[in-house]
């Protein structure tokens, strides 16, 4: 069974940019989540998708958003990118109750110049 | 403010050498505490799931143990393939499939 998908594996971006991550889930999960990872705050959770809509968001300014498709597949967005935005972008896919276990794929790095 | 403390932030063993590692929490309404594995570039690997006091779960070297406040990861006659940043994470009540709450991690390493 393929685990979670994320592509692509490194970005590097100017200031100023837009970015646009991908995520693919577990075949028959239908909650995906998004977490930001840095050396100084540790995991912190932005949102989360459960059939195509958008049932729980973290404290991330509204720079930050995402979206679902009906086949389960996620995208997150980060526009006007700041040098503060670099980090590891965790995407873990659920079947979608509250105590399920979350499955992590290996990350997208965003690196902003 | 809900919070998740892991201590401590870093450890070096012996390989044989136990020991545990703490999680500790503030959270009002714990529903459920995880532990994850998570090696350098790969996203976290999920180990155990408590959900009330008294709970223990174990896998190989690992057992897990829950008190009201507290979690702890013990890890018995380590090998090097055990090094890693061990990560926990709390799922509170307050309706729907809410976000993790995660520690910063203890990273452990493991000496042959």
């Known amino acids: 069974k393929a685990g979670v998908t994320q592509t692509p594996r490194y970005l590097i971006k100017t200031r100023g940019q837009q970015v646009t991550l991908s995520c693919s889930p577990i075949?028959?999960?239908?909650?995906v989540s998004w977490y930001q990872q840095t050396p100084g705050q540790g995991l912190q959770f932005l949102f989360e998708?459960?059939?195509?809509?958008?049932?729980n968001k973290g404290n991330f300014p509204g720079r930050f958003s995402g979206r679902q498709f009906s086949n389960s597949r996620s995208e997150m967005n980060v526009s006007t990118l700041e040098l503060g935005d670099s980090a590891l972008y965790l995407c873990?896919?659920?079947?979608?109750?509250?105590?399920?276990?979350?499955?992590f794929g290996a990350g997208t790095r965003l690196s902003v110049l | 403010e809900d919070q998740v403390t892991q201590s401590p932030e870093a450890l070096r063993l012996q390989e044989g050498e136990s020991s545990s590692l703490n999680c500790s929490y503030t959270?009002?309404?714990?529903?459920?505490l995880f532990w994850y594995r998570q090696d350098p570039g790969k996203g976290p690997e999920f180990l155990f799931t408590?959900?009330?006091a008294g709970e223990e779960k174990e896998k190989e070297r690992l057992k897990a143990t829950l008190t009201k406040k507290e979690s702890f990861l013990h890890i018995t006659a380590p090998k090097p393939e055990d090094s890693a940043t061990y990560l926990c994470?709390?799922?509170?009540?307050?309706?729907?499939?809410?976000?993790?709450?995660f520690g910063k991690g203890t990273h452990l390493i493991i000496q042959p």
């Open positions: 994470a709390v799922n509170q009540a307050g309706g729907g499939a809410d976000g993790l709450t």
């Open positions: 408590l959900y009330s």
């Open positions: 998708y459960f059939s195509e809509t958008q049932r």
């Open positions: 075949s028959g999960h239908r909650s």
């Open positions: 959270v009002s309404g714990l529903r459920g």
């Open positions: 873990a896919s659920s079947l979608g109750g509250a105590l399920d276990i979350q499955y």
